[in-house]
Every structure is written in C-alpha cells, then in structure tokens.
C-alpha cells in the first residue's frame, strides 16, 4: 500500500511540473493589423488581423478574435477546444466600409492567459487627410 502512495505521489508531481512547464512556455494572445491596408474601387478597406500565441492546444488556446470600428464590433470570431485556431499564428481578414476615417481597434485574448492589449490603427480613406 505504501509503495502505491509513494507511485501516485511521483506521478502527480511529475505531472505537475510537466503543468508548470508547459504554462511558462505558453504567452497571451496578440494581434497586429497588418499595413499597409488594400483598399478597393468601391471604398472598401481589406483589413488583415494576423494573431500569435504559443501554445494552441485542446486545454489552451486562444479563445476569440474581436475588431471594432469607431467602437462597434464589426467581426468576432470565437474558438473552443473543439474548433481551435488552425495554428499559432493565423490571420482573419475583414472588409469594411471606408468612406470615412475610422479608428479600427482588433483584440484576441487566450482562454487562460488573457490579452496582450488591442491593437489600434487609424484607418484613412485614399486622398484624404486628418
């Protein structure tokens, strides 16, 4: 009975450290609008949001992907561990309407670890100026 204790014992502090370890190499999502912006004949912004995190696994992945224009959520994307991110590292694009300048902000966040921040770009219409 003792040598049972003694094996369940090292085992949970091996699967524990193995835990420990794999979280320390694991990071928040982040996400970087890429620039320059494609825009179209039509007035149309092509928005490309690329986000990084290591570690996209089944228990640990990055859970959604959200842009917003001038505030207002204009695409969402929502993972699980069933339909995580095909990768570390993908990218989501978004069309928007840019008649006008627009202040266009994308967060991605990690189920565990959180957020890095936003990141923020102003996005100008050809030929226009602030």
């Known amino acids: 009975m003792r040598m049972h204790i003694k094996t369940s ?7 524990a450290c ?9 990071n928040k999502s982040s996400v970087v609008i890429e620039q320059p912006v ?5 007035g149309k912004a092509v928005l490309k949001c690329t986000v990084s995190h290591r570690g996209n696994n089944f228990l640990h992945h990055t859970e959604w ?12 994307w929502d993972f699980s561990w069933t339909g ?18 627009l202040v266009i902000q994308a967060e991605a ?3 565990i670890h ?17």
Not at 9 to 15: E, I, K
Not at 18 to 26: D, I, Q, R
Not at 38 to 42: C, P, S
Not at 121 to 129: D, E, I, R, S, Y
Request: charged share 25%.
């Open 18 to 26: 193995m835990l420990m370890a794999g979280s320390a190499e694991a």
């Open 114 to 130: 959180g957020s890095k921040g936003p990141a923020t770009l102003t996005l100008m219409p050809p030929g226009k100026t602030k």
């Open 65 to 76: 992907l959200r842009v917003s224009a001038d505030g207002a959520e204009i695409a969402r």
């Open 9 to 15: 014992m090292v085992c949970l502090l091996a699967g």
């Open 109 to 111: 966040s990690c189920n």
């Open 38 to 42: 494609k825009f179209t004949e039509n």
């Open 84 to 101: 995580k991110p095909e990768s570390e590292v993908f990218t989501r694009e978004i069309t928007v309407d840019a008649q006008k300048p």
